[in-house]
């Protein structure tokens, strides 16, 4: 098994609400919303995913070092911060093994955030859902139109949302309208507005509109520090 979970201690998540998004080219939207989330809450790590591919990368956080793939709490919500995107060879096995996970443990249900093409929007809508059938109901409460059946959904989201109906679990996709080829905090903030409105998670939203340029840099510095990590060479690396 190349994907594994450790946790610092045993905990029960049952009843528990699963969150994550990741890197992508449409506005980054998960990977900032995400983000967003843990440094506005201060979340203590509660655990990390360990891959065979693991990106040859940490960071010095505070007392600890931060690590690629780590696991928060805050209350009943369990937020799943993926710094970096997983090995492309690993998408599936990663995407498949924390929604088992997730499954196993008895989660209630499972939120996910993506982003989708501005060029697609339609009148005032700021965001499109999409949801597994068990999560259908649960779709309908965030009042937002469904994704159109042409547009699919790609990458470790998409694997996580096949694994989740595969197991009948409620899962859905709030996706943010956002512009493609550079981060969109604009867009994150609609999906953490829609976690403070709907779900009651208690995150402001100005400070990720302020430091819009701030937060651009640091995904671009990331994304670059992994290309670099996963082979693309050492040149403008510090360490």
């Known amino acids: 098994m190349n994907v594994k979970i450790h946790m610092k201690k045993e905990c029960r998540f049952e009843g528990c609400t699963f969150i994550t998004g990741f890197h992508s080219v449409i506005g980054e939207v998960g990977y900032i919303a995400v983000r967003h989330i843990v440094k506005s809450l201060d979340l203590e790590r509660l655990g990390v995913?360990?891959?065979?591919?693991?990106p040859p990368l940490v960071w010095f956080k505070g007392k600890c070092l931060a690590?690629?793939?780590?696991?928060?709490?805050?209350?009943?919500?369990v937020v799943l911060f993926p710094r970096v995107l997983p090995h492309a060879d690993e998408h599936k096995e990663f995407a498949f093994t924390l929604a088992k996970w997730v499954v196993r443990e008895k989660f209630s249900k499972a939120i996910l955030i993506g982003g989708l093409d501005s060029r697609f929007k339609q009148g005032s809508e700021s965001f499109r859902v999409v949801a597994t059938g068990a999560g259908y109901q649960e779709a309908l409460k965030l009042g937002a139109p469904f994704l159109d059946e042409e547009l699919g959904v790609f990458g470790p989201l998409a694997l996580m949302l096949a694994q989740f109906e595969l197991n009948d679990f409620?899962?859905?996709?709030?996706?943010?309208?956002?512009e493609r080829g550079r981060p969109d905090p604009r867009a994150a903030a609609v999906a953490v507005e829609v976690l403070k409105e709907k779900y009651g998670l208690p995150v402001e939203t100005e400070s990720l509109i302020q430091d819009a340029r701030e937060i651009e840099a640091e995904v671009e510095k990331i994304l670059k520090q992994q290309e670099r990590g996963f082979g693309g060479g050492e040149e403008g690396m510090y360490i």
Request: glycine share 0%; proline share 12%; charged share 20%.
């Open 49 to 54: 995913v360990e891959t065979k591919l693991l």
């Open 67 to 77: 690590l690629p793939f780590e696991l928060f709490k805050y209350e009943n919500f």
């Open 170 to 178: 409620p899962a859905v996709t709030i996706l943010p309208f956002a």
